[in-house]
């Protein structure tokens, strides 16, 4: 797991904070992921970097703000959360190249998120 | 578009016996087909990957896949199970046309003594 980690591994937080989640890949990747995985429903894409630009936001609201500062560090910013938002958030990396060749996507060990 | 079904929601077997995990895809472009493994508490680790190459596909911890075209099938086998396999896997699918997966709902492996 040294390839992709996030930080905090575990997180408490209630509906009125805000606070962050962070991923760094050490791959020298040039493509970043947030998933979010909820109990009993496949993997749900959240957001894509790619080459520090975001090419994916998929329909996620808006109190989840990510932010990819270089191509290794990668962050999830939250804030007024809802229960229901309660998950583990993986981060992933890969290398895409050119014409779209999509390359296999490193996990790292997630985040458990409790929104109380 | 693309999309994955995982035939098996739960898999029991029993440790030193054969394992099987199911996974029928669809694809509009040729596929990246892959399996990953989930410990509990775990993120996600890769086992194997087929990318047109060979179509038995050889993993890590003893797993292969063979990837059959025209039964649109990709199933994950182990000859003899160990304790160390129970965890939940999931069988994952890239068009390779954007960097798109779409992952199957998981199949919960447990080994029994």
């Known amino acids: 797991e040294t390839g992709v980690t996030q930080t905090p591994r575990h997180l408490v937080m209630g509906m009125t904070n805000k606070k962050s989640l962070k991923c760094e890949q050490h791959?020298?990747?040039?493509?970043m992921y947030w998933y979010k995985q909820s109990a009993k429903k496949p993997l749900e894409l959240m957001f894509v970097?790619?080459?520090?630009?975001?090419?994916e936001n998929n329909s996620v609201p808006s109190r989840f703000s990510p932010e990819c500062p270089n191509s290794s560090h990668l962050f999830l910013h939250l804030h007024t959360l809802q229960p229901e938002d309660s998950a583990l958030y993986l981060c992933?990396?890969?290398?895409?190249?050119?014409?779209?060749?999509?390359?296999?996507?490193?996990f790292g060990p997630g985040t458990r998120l409790t929104v109380l | 578009a693309q999309s994955v079904t995982q035939l098996d929601s739960h898999v029991s077997v029993s440790e030193g016996t054969p394992v099987l995990l199911r996974c029928n895809y669809s694809?509009?472009?040729?596929?990246?087909l892959f399996w990953y493994v989930q410990h509990p508490n775990k993120g996600l680790q890769l086992l194997l990957k087929?990318?047109?190459?060979?179509?038995l596909v050889k993993g890590i911890n003893g797993f292969e896949a063979e990837f059959k075209k025209s039964e649109t099938s990709f199933h994950l086998t182990k000859p003899s199970a160990h304790m160390s396999d129970a965890a939940e896997y999931f069988c994952?699918?890239?068009?390779?046309?954007?960097?798109?997966?779409?992952f199957g709902a998981g199949t919960t492996v447990t080994v029994r003594a």
């Open positions: 694809s509009s472009y040729s596929p990246s």
């Open positions: 087929y990318t047109s190459a060979a179509t």
């Open positions: 970097y790619n080459f520090k630009e975001q090419t």
């Open positions: 791959l020298g990747h040039n493509a």
């Open positions: 994952v699918v890239s068009d390779r046309a954007d960097y798109k997966l779409s």
């Open positions: 992933a990396s890969s290398q895409e190249r050119s014409g779209g060749f999509t390359d296999t996507q490193y």
